[in-house]
């Protein structure tokens, strides 16, 4: 529910309608309708987990569902259109926008939409996570359709939701079941996809949806530290949001890709029952999670039962036979209920199914720690941890923040190398993937270069692509070096979701494309273009600069990680491909597998090939990542692997120097390192070091490069590494999965030109900035950056400014930067140069 929630909002930043018609008639119906569509986002499962017949709750998720409901709005509404939109009619369209972001999520998630060819999010998961196959995976789908919730409540801004009342059409939903059973048993509706429901199963459900949405919302945070751990790393990491295959944000542009067709079906028509069955596929869902059953009928029982003095929740008569469930202000007289409520969460949710993710010990801990909150939230006694020692505070030198909300601004980075530094001013390019053009283009994305002595007229790079290609997200990976060796400075600017052909026919499906910009940089489109070769293989994630076969030239390497064919044993294998420096003294726009001088693939279903890449150009070396590496199919959870290679002089072929793989499971190993030359600091961000800082809080091991040969487990050579981890507490376990957890350290790192480590660890609070200083007896300082506050993401990227280790940039970009003027924004994103 909450899932939902979050991404039919996402959405309707990236609306995009077809027609003049479908957006005078839809925008920012969602916006003014938000009470309806909190209501519909949630509202196919609702008949999973209440009444008595499950098909109901199958049939309300799917394209027969929507047909009718279009068909009975344009005989019971035909005039919403010039009503005013607080009446039902116009609330009936807007619940049903939120029915359609649920389904094409649900699509999404289990691999199930037309042209993803199989790939969806559970999918990723199950392979990555749990060893199962399918877009029914149970483990998979428990841990994103319970963990999702909280996961959401952890890594999201939920301070909005739930609205404080929900809009429900009851007798609307009631009536298009009727119709839908007067084509009952035909070839477009067979048995038993004709179910029926009562209004009582709809109201009932929707005032104990509405309550649940609060308590995630207000305990959610506090309940993930305790069950991250069994939900796999994929989805935990930032994934949720950020995954191209089933992300919110991925998510978010279906859901407005599908709601201007939804728009079309109401306005013009839904298609005809022949055009309908060719575009079904039935889908055939097992019964619902036990805990979500269990749950709902548990808070529906608390709720329905209690007196109203001591529940604050509602439910009230609207016109049209519909309801409205909302909240009222809560005090004093309402703990023992909103006690109670919490209670359900632990017992009744996170610790009920096939996959129980709470121990009695775990339980115990986790319902006093809601307590204990339930008395904060009514004035009572706080309870307040204590914090790390702060040991460094510092403003911004510099501080820029986006435009729109969602716009992501700083998702990545690219500083200029210091010899390109002129009267001590650097060049930063910044990319923005949210970034939406006007008139419907959403998630275009944006790139700008910045001059840090004045960075109020930056130099702004356009994409290769038309104005009407959407979704792409340019700017997720930005480069600023020489590439062609001719003394300008040149940029690289990706967008691996681009959508390569027929991108009309889906959202995109994600083939990547790299745009090269050569100096001098004055602004406007690329130089030429390299286009990924493989669909859904996000070509361009990563791009690195240097001579990799040590020719004395520099060449380019382009991940694309999710290589590879839905074979079972090739799928999302990865790919790295090398450019030579030949190709960029003569370049042209090609297909990257026209123009590499070689391609080195993974071995593995799944294992993420190339998702991080380093050159050492000291050592002559490629070092390529592997985070979600098995052992085998039978380890539960991913070990990830790091492989350096030295390639052949004629690029014929590589030899592999040494490979690194990984003993712990989702410790991402493979997923950040970094060399100096000397030394290579590797991460392992998903590393579980319960016993000092918490569960996810990450490590980073030092590894002389000289030292490194042959094929071994990090485990077996972790004694001759220096390990630095975030700063110990003295705090019992369970307040350290409050103070360390998912924190992630070591989630990116580079190093200065005098031998300093500069560490991120963007999960935890606002996210952390560290640098690392000296040997084995060097010291790790934090930088204490002002301004942020909790999810920013602080630290998804660092970098040094310039020569030495005086200045540091790092971006925060779901930073929302929240005022007066934009109190319900979110993820405008910002960036920060520091001087420390």
């Not at 990555?128 to 877009?135: K, L, Y």
Request: glycine fraction near 12%.
């Amino acid at each position: 529910m909450t899932s939902h929630n979050v991404i039919a909002r996402r959405a309707m930043e990236f609306e995009r309608w077809s027609s003049s018609d479908r957006k005078e008639a839809f925008e920012g119906l969602s916006r003014e309708r938000i009470d309806a569509v909190q209501g519909g986002s949630p509202w196919p499962d609702y008949l999973y987990a209440c009444g008595d017949d499950h098909d109901a709750g199958e049939l309300d998720h799917w394209e027969p569902f929507q047909q009718m409901a279009a068909r009975y709005i344009r005989e019971t509404y035909p005039d919403w259109v010039s009503q005013d939109r607080s009446e039902p009619g116009p609330g009936l369209v807007a619940f049903f926008n939120g029915v359609v972001s649920h389904y094409i999520a649900d699509e999404n998630w289990h691999g199930l939409c037309d042209g993803c060819e199989g790939k969806g999010f559970i999918k990723e998961i199950g392979y990555t996570d749990f060893t199962c196959e399918g877009d029914l995976c149970w483990n998979a789908h428990h841990a994103t359709d319970t963990g999702g919730e909280f996961i959401a409540a952890a890594q999201t801004d939920l301070s909005w939701y739930p609205k404080r009342n929900w809009y429900m059409p009851t007798q609307d939903l009631v009536n298009i079941f009727d119709m839908m059973n007067a084509t009952c048993d035909t070839t477009l509706h067979p048995a038993p996809y004709c179910p029926t429901t009562k209004a009582i199963y709809i109201n009932e459900c929707s005032i104990a949806f509405y309550a649940g949405s609060w308590a995630i919302s207000t305990f959610g945070k506090i309940i993930y530290p305790f069950i991250a751990l069994r939900l796999g790393e994929y989805m935990t990491g930032a994934a949720y949001v950020n995954s191209e295959i089933g992300g919110v944000d991925d998510n978010a542009a279906w859901t407005a890709f599908m709601q201007d067709r939804w728009a079309g079906w109401v306005l013009d028509g839904p298609p005809s029952d022949d055009e309908l069955a060719k575009m079904l596929k039935r889908r055939e869902e097992d019964p619902p999670l036990e805990n979500k059953r269990v749950w709902v009928n548990a808070v529906k029982k608390l709720v329905l039962e209690v007196g109203k003095g001591e529940s604050p929740f509602f439910m009230k008569d609207l016109e049209a036979g519909a309801v409205s469930v909302g909240m009222n202000d809560i005090g004093i007289e309402h703990a023992g209920f909103l006690k109670k409520l919490a209670s359900t969460l632990v017992r009744q949710y996170v610790s009920v199914g096939d996959n129980i993710l709470l121990g009695a010990a775990e339980q115990d801990e986790l319902e006093a720690q809601l307590h204990n909150h339930v008395d904060t939230l009514l004035g009572g006694k706080k309870v307040v941890m204590e914090e790390e020692e702060q040991l460094v505070g510092v403003d911004a030198a510099i501080l820029l923040s986006g435009e729109q909300s969602h716009e992501q601004f700083g998702h990545s980075f690219s500083v200029a190398p210091p010899r390109f530094v002129e009267n001590k001013c650097e060049l930063i390019l910044i990319g923005s993937t949210g970034y939406s053009k006007p008139d419907g283009h959403p998630q275009t994305g944006s790139a700008k270069i910045f001059n840090t002595c004045d960075t109020s007229a930056p130099i702004e790079l356009l994409a290769a692509t038309s104005d009407d290609v959407v979704y792409e997200r340019f700017g997720a990976t930005t480069l600023l070096e020489d590439i062609n060796a001719d003394g300008e400075l040149d940029a690289v600017v990706c967008a691996p979701s681009w959508g390569g052909e027929n991108v009309e026919a889906v959202v995109g499906n994600y083939t990547g494309r790299c745009d090269f910009f050569y100096g001098p940089l004055i602004g406007g489109g690329p130089t030429f273009s390299i286009y990924g070769d493989v669909a859904w293989g996000l070509f361009g994630k990563k791009v690195k600069v240097g001579d990799v076969n040590s020719d004395g030239k520099a060449d380019v390497v382009i991940n694309a990680p999710q290589t590879g064919t839905e074979d079972d044993d090739k799928s999302n294998t990865g790919s790295v491909y090398i450019f030579d420096s030949e190709f960029f003294a003569n370049p042209k726009t090609v297909y990257a597998g026209d123009a590499s001088s070689l391609r080195l693939e993974g071995g593995g279903v799944r294992m993420h090939f190339g998702e991080e890449i380093d050159i050492d150009v000291d050592s002559g070396r490629l070092v390529v990542g592997s985070p979600y590496f098995h052992l085998d199919m039978e380890d539960k959870f991913a070990v990830g692997k790091i492989e350096a290679y030295v390639v052949r002089g004629d690029y014929g072929g590589v030899d592999l120097d040494w490979r690194m793989t990984g003993c712990e499971h989702s410790s991402v190993l493979g997923g950040s390192f970094v060399s100096n030359g000397e030394v290579i600091a590797v991460a392992e961000t998903g590393f579980n070091s319960s016993s000092t800082v918490g569960l996810r809080s990450g490590r980073v091991m030092l590894f002389e490069m000289e030292g490194l040969s042959g094929d071994f487990r990090v485990c077996d050579v972790e004694g001759g590494a220096l390990i630095i981890e975030p700063k110990d507490s003295k705090k019992k376990l369970m307040d350290k999965l409050q103070i360390w957890s998912e924190a992630r350290f070591g989630s990116d790192m580079t190093w200065s030109s005098d031998g300093k480590l500069l560490i991120t660890a963007p999960g935890r609070k606002a996210g952390h900035v560290f640098v690392y200083e000296g040997g084995s007896e060097g010291s790790l300082v934090e930088v204490v950056v002002d301004g942020v506050s909790d999810g920013d993401r602080l630290g998804e990227m660092g970098a040094w400014v310039g020569e030495g280790s005086s200045r540091v940039a790092v971006n925060s970009p779901r930073d929302s930067l929240r005022s007066e003027s934009r109190p319900d924004e979110e993820e405008y994103g910002s960036f920060r140069v520091i001087d420390i």
